[in-house]
């Protein structure tokens, strides 16, 4: 079958375009829901108790047929829908992280300086730190105290909610600031946000920090030092929304890479049986290396699949190491979309473009090749076939021209164990913005393609 070229908005029937509008606006409910990664995980564990998933770790045995999910530290969690195969033979594994770039407040953050309440933070993930000043922002996390009981918090996106800001120099006095280059013209030190200026009434010595600290005990009963146990993660405020006059594209925050979190998601709830068993990572730390006890550097995703094949009745070590070899993944994420306000970074006839469906990228990292994983030709004819078959258009592309840059995902982690990867998500503008943009288009062909993936690859 011949390769589709054409724009999806040109070969999509009625029916699928109004397919299409459903699932963006459930996609945009799914940023809305999950602004972080804990946030996440509570919505997909929502969502898949109720299309019939059930707790692995409250399992006693299991049996091809039936869906189990995996949560790890309510960060990350893994999904298998279990095949009439051995599973030995390998699963369908499609891989995406829902962290993304953001700030996060230190440990020690509640200051005043002249008469100002500030929290102080550290940048998470890479950022353009100027992108991130004079615009509204809201706080999401959890504090917990000593005795263990835990506040979540989420404050500034509700209508009637207050927001938060990063202040920047007016242009009046910036000459000297607009000297610097874009790396340095915002420091990070100066990310901190503005939470307040009213002091407490009769209180002499750091008046504003004393309201703040009020504020948190009467409405959370939050005292200062449990903010050191605290996870607070400060993103742009607001709801994700329809862009252009066409209304063809998402703009939202986060979208690197719960965008294909949640496609590959949706994917795994919609493909009911299967021969081969499937499943479905979601994991946390991607944006800074993958590391800690909820990346994909961890045991997390070994132990759950060990975890698996015990309640199948036929663990061995050995038979974990082959069904890690044989799988095969998709590693959900997402690629630079042609921008034509800066072509001087892509090379055109191997980019990305918007309207022309998923993104295979048969390797990332930077100049040459370094930290990549790089997919076998073998494996990439096998997933060409795959899709065609399924009428799912896709396009083949680099992340910019050799010498511009670079970035890396999951992939490489997964093709430790030698299981067959590539890269594969979503082409979005502006990537690690505080608002990012896709196409509506982009989205509902990657779930195409996801579906199509775990029902017929072999």
Same mark, same amino acid.
């Given at each position: 079958?011949? /390769?589709?070229?054409?724009?999806?908005?040109?070969?999509?029937?009625?029916? @699928?375009l109004k397919e299409l509008e459903i699932f963006n606006e459930?996609?945009?409910?799914?940023?809305?829901?999950?602004?972080?990664?804990?946030?996440?995980?509570?919505?997909?564990?929502? @969502?898949?108790?109720?299309?019939?998933? @059930?707790?692995?770790?409250?399992?006693?045995?299991?049996?091809?047929?039936?869906?189990?999910?995996?949560a790890w530290m309510e960060k990350s969690i893994a999904l298998f829908n279990v095949g009439n195969e051995p599973l030995e033979k390998g699963m369908n594994i499609l891989g995406a992280h829902i962290d993304s770039p953001r700030l996060d407040l230190k440990q020690n953050?509640?200051?005043?300086?002249?008469?100002?309440?500030?929290?102080?933070?550290?940048?998470?993930?890479?950022?353009?730190?100027?992108?991130?000043?004079?615009?509204?922002?809201?706080?999401?996390?959890?504090?917990?105290?000593?005795?263990?009981? /835990?506040?979540?918090?989420?404050? &500034?996106?509700?209508?009637?909610?207050?927001?938060?800001?990063?202040?920047?120099?007016?242009?009046?006095?910036?000459?000297?600031?607009?000297?610097?280059?874009?790396?340095?013209?915002?420091?990070?030190?100066?990310?901190?946000?503005?939470?307040?200026?009213?002091?407490? @009434?009769?209180?002499?010595?750091?008046?504003?920090?004393?309201k703040i600290l009020k504020l948190l005990e009467d409405t959370y009963h939050?005292?200062?030092?449990?903010?050191?146990?605290?996870?607070?993660?400060?993103?742009?405020? &607001? /709801?994700?929304?329809?862009?252009?006059?066409?209304?063809?594209?998402?703009?939202?925050?986060?979208q690197d890479d719960r965008i294909c979190a949640y496609t590959s998601l949706a994917a795994m709830l919609d493909?009911?049986?299967?021969?081969?068993?499937?499943?479905?990572?979601?994991?946390?730390?991607?944006?800074?290396?993958?590391?800690?006890?909820?990346?994909?550097?961890?045991?997390?995703?070994?132990?759950?699949?060990?975890?698996?094949?015990?309640?199948?009745?036929g663990f061995s070590e050995l038979k974990l190491r082959k069904v890690l070899a044989h799988s095969t993944m998709i590693s959900s994420d997402v690629s630079a979309a042609y921008d034509p306000m800066y072509t001087e970074v892509y090379d055109k006839k191997s980019t990305s473009f918007?309207?022309?469906?998923?993104?295979?990228?048969?390797?990332?990292?930077?100049?040459?090749?370094?930290?990549?994983?790089d997919a076998n030709a073998e494996y990439i004819a096998k997933l060409r076939k795959v899709f065609d078959e399924n009428t799912v258009s896709f396009q083949m592309a680099e992340l910019g021209k050799v010498d511009a840059g670079g970035g890396g995902t999951i992939a490489y982690i997964l093709a430790q164990y030698g299981m067959e990867v590539i890269d594969g998500g979503v082409a979005v503008l502006c990537m690690h913005a505080p608002w990012e943009i896709s196409s509506k288009a982009d989205v509902y062909e990657a779930y195409r393609g996801y579906c199509a993936f775990l029902r017929d690859m072999k």
């Open positions: 079958m011949e /390769k589709i070229e054409k724009n999806l908005w040109e070969i999509y029937n009625d029916t @699928q459930k996609y945009k409910a799914f940023l809305d829901a999950g602004k972080t990664e804990r946030e996440c995980v509570t919505e997909i564990i929502r @969502q898949v108790e109720e299309a019939g998933y @059930q707790n692995l770790y409250s399992m006693d045995s299991l049996k091809a047929g039936d869906k189990v999910y995996a953050p509640l200051y005043e300086e002249s008469g100002f309440a500030y929290f102080d933070t550290h940048y998470y993930g890479g950022i353009k730190k100027y992108q991130w000043v004079t615009i509204p922002l809201s706080i999401h996390g959890v504090v917990v105290r000593k005795d263990g009981t /835990k506040e979540v918090i989420s404050i &500034g996106e509700q209508e009637n909610d207050p927001i938060f800001a990063v202040t920047d120099l007016l242009i009046h006095l910036s000459s000297k600031q607009l000297e610097k280059n874009a790396a340095t013209v915002i420091e990070g030190e100066n990310l901190d946000i503005l939470i307040g200026s009213r002091p407490l @009434q009769g209180e002499e010595k750091e008046a504003v920090a004393a939050i005292e200062k030092d449990d903010l050191m146990s605290a996870e607070l993660e400060v993103v742009p405020a &607001g /709801k994700a929304r329809d862009c252009g006059l066409d209304r063809s594209m998402v703009m939202a925050y986060g493909v009911e049986r299967v021969e081969r068993t499937s499943c479905c990572i979601l994991v946390d730390k991607e944006e800074i290396g993958s590391v800690g006890a909820t990346g994909m550097n961890s045991k997390f995703f070994e132990n759950a699949v060990a975890d698996l094949y015990e309640k199948l009745g918007f309207g022309k469906g998923p993104v295979f990228c048969k390797h990332t990292g930077s100049r040459g090749k370094s930290g990549s994983n």
